[in-house]
């Protein structure tokens, strides 16, 4: 058994395409109907479930309000707290912009388990696991598949604690198998005419553009260039990818018990062996820095509002830590260059030059360079 993280929004968004089949709810629903009416979200009747379940809603990653601590829990309480103080940046509105987001399809199952009046780990069970003989396959496991949960580390070594139960399970909680993990892909190669194999069939349709160029996105699936279906996830000890070739009816599913985004690269060299196609990669390469250098970036950096990147320095190695998330380790490319262990396509460059004092950083995600200012 592993936890399969942010392939649990593919699940959600499978969900959110069976309650459409059942005409439970529409696409342009907004989520405001789905709250409780005692909960006050100003933005509630601007954003849609289609908003929340492609990452327009707006949304940052992760709620501001998230505990550091990894044992603890999060709310349905913590998480209305969240919305109610949630405001968009001058400028911004939903179902503009992708902007991949923890809180949003978090949201989105937890809307879901409440408008049909269950919790999300069993109508997920009912709707999606068990039509698909995915017996082993929950976002809390039973006592037979806890007996068979592998251990979790950290990309560093440590032993990481397991998923903390959470409001936002829809978007990350989900424990599998790989037996289950491969069922999966086979039903979603060759959707049935079944109700899952109708919501499979609806969740795979492209819905927006996301940040990547020619990257799409549906409901929790994303598609790139050759509409090749994927998706990544990780937790504090897992780390997971799914990819799906409808066209050459191949695919590829990665578990493994490290938290390193690694992985995807090794998963993405198995799906080019399988579809003859050429991909190289290469891990970043490790310039070791003086103490001295390294200390003069040790502080805080806003990523966002309410969210920020803290670096530390720990036995001589620069520690990185976001709002929510546990320290992970920065490894230098140069005395300004650096890249996350756990996940080297994330790096971090301090623009300042020798002798100047270190103002900002920037963070480089993806195709976003985001800068990030000091913080006092």
């Known amino acids: 058994m592993f936890e399969i993280g942010s392939i649990s929004k593919v699940f959600t968004g499978i969900l959110l395409a069976d309650e459409i089949g059942r005409g439970r709810c529409r696409l342009d629903d907004t989520m405001k109907g789905y709250l409780p009416k005692s909960v006050s979200v100003p933005t509630g009747s601007q954003i849609t479930l289609a908003h929340l379940a492609t990452h327009t809603a707006g949304y940052p990653r992760e709620p501001a309000n998230l505990p550091r601590e990894p044992e603890t829990s999060y709310s349905p309480a913590d998480l209305y707290t969240y919305l109610a103080s949630f405001s968009f940046p001058p400028g911004q509105s939903p179902g503009v912009a992708y902007d991949y987001s923890n809180v949003g399809m978090g949201l989105l199952g937890h809307l879901i388990a409440l408008h049909e009046g269950t919790d999300l780990d069993r109508l997920l069970y009912e709707r999606v696991a068990k039509p698909l003989g995915m017996e082993s396959t929950r976002v809390?496991?039973?006592?037979?598949?806890?007996?068979?949960?592998?251990?979790?580390?950290?990309?560093?070594?440590?032993?990481?604690?397991?998923h903390r139960e959470s409001v936002l399970d829809g978007a990350g909680a989900i424990s599998s198998s790989a037996r289950d993990m491969l069922r999966f892909m086979r039903a979603n190669l060759h959707p049935d005419g079944s109700e899952v194999g109708?919501?499979?069939?609806?969740?795979?349709?492209?819905?927006?553009?996301?940040?990547?160029?020619?990257?799409?996105?549906?409901?929790?699936?994303?598609?790139?260039?050759?509409?090749?279906?994927?998706?990544?996830?990780?937790t504090g000890g897992f780390h997971s990818y799914l990819a799906l070739d409808r066209k050459r009816e191949v695919g590829v599913v990665v578990l493994t018990n490290v938290a390193?985004?690694?992985?995807?690269?090794?998963?993405r060299a198995v799906m080019a062996r399988l579809t003859g196609e050429q991909y190289t990669f290469e891990l970043p390469k490790t310039v070791p820095q003086p103490i001295s250098v390294l200390q003069r970036y040790v502080g805080r950096y806003q990523v966002a509002p309410g969210d920020a990147l803290e670096i530390t320095l720990k036995e001589g190695v620069l520690m990185g830590r976001s709002s929510g998330d546990s320290a992970r380790r920065l490894d230098p490319e140069s005395a300004s260059e650096f890249h996350f262990r756990n996940a080297p396509m994330i790096r971090v460059s301090f623009p300042a030059k020798d002798g100047e004092d270190v103002s900002g950083l920037v963070l480089h995600f993806g195709p976003k360079d985001i800068p990030c200012k000091r913080l006092p």
């Not at 039973?142 to 950290?154: E, K, L, Q, V």
């Not at 990309?155 to 397991?162: F, I, K, L, R």
């Not at 050759?226 to 990780?234: A, I, K, P, S």
């Open 198 to 234: 109708k919501a499979i069939a609806l969740a795979q349709q492209p819905l927006h553009d996301t940040d990547e160029q020619e990257e799409r996105i549906g409901l929790g699936w994303h598609l790139d260039a050759q509409d090749r279906l994927f998706h990544n996830g990780q």
């Open 140 to 162: 809390r496991a039973t006592p037979g598949m806890a007996s068979r949960m592998a251990s979790g580390y950290d990309a560093d070594g440590p032993p990481a604690p397991a």
């Open 260 to 267: 390193s985004l690694v992985m995807d690269g090794f998963a």
